[in-house]
C-alpha cells in the first residue's frame, strides 16, 4: 500500500500551538494508522506525538505536509486537513 | 502559641491544617539498573500511564482552560516520541528513573531553545517529569498538594503554572517562606481574595497536618494556637464576611470626600465582576492581552471589538485605558527582539511604542472608533488613555499630543519613574491626569528588579522613598487641580490606600476583590486622618517602621475620636 500525502495552510490565528497542537495530535492519535506531519521540505515527524508537533513551531499561513499509510488514510488526512485550516482560535 | 511574621495581604484571617509544598525532587543519578530493561520499560510505562490519568482526572475537575493544560500535559507525558526516547535510554541499561529524567531534559532543552510560547511549555514539561520520578520512587509528586480536604498551603512562592492547578475552594490561606507583597502569590491573594502571609521565613518549620492561624492583617501565623485563639480568629472572619456583604457604597472618607474606587482589569470578560464589586469604572485597563499571543500586532478592527466591549459594560462611568505596555516582564517579539542587559531600564513602555510608533497610532484609532461607536450606541463611557512608563516632560508632550490626533479628550501618563514623580509639577501642566504605578515606582526607586527573588524585600512600596514621591505628584495634582490615581498593588493595601490619599491621591484603582477593604478603612478616616498617618509613615526610616507608624497613628486617632 503506498502513503497518500496532502498540503495544506494553517489556519489557526495561533499556528500549531497550544490547543491546535493538542486537538491535532489527538485526532492523528485516534486515527489508529501513522501519520506524520512536516513544515515545509523538513523531516516528518509523528503526528501524534505532541512534542513532536510543538516543536516543529508551525505558525499562522504555514504549509505542512501531512502523509498517512493504512486503512482509511484518505479519510484521515480529509479530517487532519481540515483541523488545520480551521482558525480553533476565532 | 509561637507568632511567625511576614507580610500579610488584605484584612484577612483564616485558620486550618498545613498542607506543605513537596520541595523539586533531585535529578536521578546516573546509575545502571539493576533490573531487566522490560522491568524498567514496565516501571517507565506504568509510571506515565498513572501520571496521564491523574492528569486528566485533575482537569476533568478543574473543567475550563485549565482542563486544556492539564489533558496537553498528560499528552506530554504519553508522547510516543518521548516514549522512543526512554525506551532508547533503558535499553542502554538505564534506570526508568534516569531514563525519564534524561528523555524530558532533552525535549525541555529543544523547546526551551525556541523561546517564547514554546519556552514556556519547557515548564509543563518539567513538572510532568517531576509527577513521573516521584510515582517511580513512590513519594509524593512536588507541586501544589492535594490532602482531599480544605488547607492551609505552604511553600516557598507560588509560580503561575501551581496557581493555575491550585484548586481555591480548598486553599484557606497561603504562606509562603520567600517572595514580598508584589510576588506572583500576593498577586493572587488579593485577585482572589485569599488570606495570604508573605516572606514568613520562619514558616518553612510547619508540619503537614498542624493548625495554624493565618492572620493577614497583622501579618502574623500563629502555631500551636489556643481554643480561645481559635475562636476569636473565628468570630473576626465571620465579622468580615458579614462586612463584606455590607451595601456597596462609593469609595469616600469618613467626612465624605469622594475617594472613586476603580478596577484593574486585564480583560473586557472581568467587567461584570468588577462591577458587582462596586467598581465605580475602571482605574486600569491593561491592553497586553490583546497582545501577548500574537507574534504580530491584533488589527485595528479587533483591538475595537474588545474595547467596545470594555467601555459599554462601563457605561456611563469612567474607564482608563493604558496603551500596550511592553517589555521587562511581558516582551512583545515584534515591538523588541533585541537582547537587553537590563530589560527593565531598556526600550519599553512609550520607548517601545515610539520606536514602532504604527502600533500606537493603530492602538489610539481603535480606541477612538471604539468611543465614537459605544457613544453612538448610548452605552459610551467617559474614556481616559494613558501611557506606560513616561521617564520625562518631553514623551509626556508627545504622548499628549498624539492621543489628541485621535481626539482623544482626556490624555495621561503613568507615573512610574522617579523622574516623572520628581517633576510631576511640569508633567501635570501638559497631562489631563496622572496615575501612579506603585509596582513599577518602588522598582525604579529602591533599584530593585521586581522579579528577581534575591531583592524581593526591596520592593514594598511602603518604603518611605517611595512615598514621598508619590507626595510631590499629590502636591502637583493640588497644584494643577489635575486628578491622581494609584493604579499599583499598593493601592488594594487598605491602610497604605489611607496613606496614599493623605499624600493627594484622589482615585484608587485595585483588583476588584480588594475593593470591599479598601472601602470600608476608607470610611473610619477622614481626610485630616489621613493625612496625619500619612506623614507618620513619611518620617520612618524604612518600609517595616513606615507601616507600623502608620497603624499606630491610625489606631491613635482612632481613640482619641471615640
Redesign the interface.
Known amino acids: 500500500m503506498t502513503a497518500l500525502t496532502r498540503t495544506v495552510h494553517i489556519g489557526s490565528s495561533h499556528g500549531l500551538h497550544a490547543r491546535p497542537a493538542k486537538l491535532f495530535a489527538q485526532a492523528a492519535k485516534d486515527a489508529g494508522i501513522p501519520v506524520t506531519i512536516a513544515k515545509d521540505s523538513g523531516t516528518p515527524v509523528n503526528a501524534a506525538s505532541i512534542l513532536g508537533v510543538i516543536a516543529l513551531g508551525v505558525e499562522h499561513g504555514d504549509y505542512v505536509t501531512l502523509t498517512a499509510e493504512g486503512d482509511g488514510a484518505e479519510e484521515t488526512l480529509d479530517r487532519l486537513a481540515e483541523l488545520l485550516t480551521t482558525d480553533h482560535d476565532a | 502559641m509561637t507568632e511567625l511574621r511576614g507580610v500579610g495581604i488584605g484584612l484577612g484571617v483564616a485558620q486550618g491544617p498545613v498542607a506543605r509544598m513537596a520541595e523539586p525532587l533531585p535529578a536521578p543519578g546516573d546509575e545502571p539498573s539493576t533490573r531487566s530493561a522490560d522491568e524498567e520499560r514496565t516501571r517507565a510505562r506504568d509510571a506515565v500511564a498513572a501520571v496521564a490519568r491523574e492528569l486528566e482526572e485533575r482537569g476533568a475537575q478543574a473543567g475550563g482552560a485549565a482542563q486544556?493544560v492539564l489533558?496537553?500535559q498528560a499528552?506530554?507525558a504519553e508522547?510516543?516520541?518521548?516514549e522512543g526516547e526512554i525506551d532508547a535510554r533503558i535499553d542502554q541499561g538505564k534506570t526508568a528513573e534516569w531514563a525519564v529524567h534524561d528523555a524530558f531534559a532533552s525535549?525541555r532543552e529543544?523547546?526551551a531553545a525556541?523561546g517564547g510560547?514554546?519556552g514556556e511549555?519547557a515548564a509543563d514539561?518539567d513538572d510532568v517529569a517531576q509527577r513521573v520520578i516521584a510515582r517511580l520512587r513512590g513519594v509524593p509528586a512536588p507541586g501544589v498538594p492535594d490532602p482531599g480536604h480544605p488547607f492551609v498551603l505552604v511553600a516557598k512562592d507560588l509560580a503561575p503554572a501551581d496557581t493555575a492547578l491550585l484548586d481555591l475552594d480548598q486553599v484557606l490561606a497561603l504562606v509562603t517562606t520567600e517572595g514580598g507583597p508584589t510576588s506572583h502569590t500576593a498577586i493572587l491573594a488579593r485577585e482572589k481574595a485569599i488570606v495570604a502571609v508573605v516572606g514568613a521565613a520562619a514558616a518553612a518549620d510547619l508540619a503537614d497536618g498542624e493548625t495554624v492561624i493565618v492572620d493577614a492583617a497583622a501579618g502574623v501565623v500563629t502555631t500551636d494556637p489556643s481554643a480561645d485563639e481559635l475562636e476569636r480568629a473565628q468570630r473576626r472572619a465571620d465579622a468580615r464576611r458579614d462586612a463584606a456583604s455590607a451595601p456597596i457604597t462609593d469609595g469616600a472618607l469618613k467626612d465624605g470626600t469622594a475617594i472613586p474606587l476603580l478596577a484593574n482589569l486585564g480583560n473586557p470578560e472581568g467587567a461584570a465582576e468588577a462591577v458587582a464589586l462596586g467598581a465605580e469604572g475602571v482605574g486600569l485597563f491593561r491592553t497586553e492581552f490583546l497582545f501577548l499571543?500574537?507574534?504580530q500586532a491584533p488589527t485595528v478592527a479587533q483591538q475595537r471589538e474588545s474595547y467596545e466591549k470594555l467601555l459599554s459594560a462601563f457605561a456611563g462611568k469612567k474607564v482608563v485605558v493604558r496603551v500596550l505596555d511592553a517589555g521587562a516582564d511581558k516582551p512583545l517579539p515584534f515591538l523588541n527582539d533585541a537582547h537587553e542587559e537590563n530589560p527593565a531600564l531598556g526600550l519599553r513602555g512609550l520607548r517601545a511604542l515610539r520606536a514602532s510608533e504604527d502600533i500606537l497610532r493603530e492602538q489610539l484609532t481603535a480606541l477612538a472608533e471604539a468611543d465614537a461607536a459605544t457613544r453612538a450606541a448610548g452605552t459610551g463611557a467617559d474614556l481616559w488613555v494613558m501611557a506606560p512608563m513616561v521617564s520625562t516632560v518631553e514623551e509626556t508632550a508627545y504622548f499628549t499630543a498624539i492621543a489628541r490626533e485621535y481626539g482623544i479628550r482626556t490624555a495621561g501618563v503613568m507615573v512610574e519613574v522617579p523622574s516623572s514623580a520628581l517633576l510631576a509639577d511640569r508633567v501635570l501642566r501638559i497631562a489631563d491626569f496622572a496615575s501612579i504605578g506603585t509596582n513599577d515606582l518602588t522598582q525604579y526607586t529602591l533599584a530593585a528588579d521586581r522579579l528577581l527573588g534575591s531583592v524581593a524585600a526591596f520592593q514594598d512600596p511602603w518604603h518611605p522613598a517611595v512615598l514621598r514621591l508619590v507626595g510631590e505628584v499629590g502636591a502637583a495634582g493640588r497644584t494643577h487641580g489635575k486628578p491622581v490615581g494609584i493604579c499599583g498593588e499598593a493601592a488594594a493595601d487598605p491602610l497604605l490606600a489611607v496613606v496614599l490619599v493623605g499624600l493627594g491621591a484622589t482615585s484608587l484603582s485595585m483588583a476588584p476583590t480588594a475593593l470591599a477593604d479598601v472601602r470600608a478603612t476608607l470610611l473610619e478616616h477622614d481626610l485630616v486622618d489621613a493625612q496625619r498617618i500619612a506623614e507618620a509613615a513619611l518620617a520612618a526610616d524604612d518600609a517595616a517602621s513606615a507601616r507600623e507608624a502608620a497603624r499606630s497613628a491610625a489606631a491613635n486617632l482612632k481613640e482619641t475620636q471615640s
Open positions: 486544556e489533558e496537553a499528552m506530554m508522547d510516543p516520541t518521548l525535549f529543544a523547546l525556541m510560547y514554546l511549555r514539561l499571543s500574537a507574534s
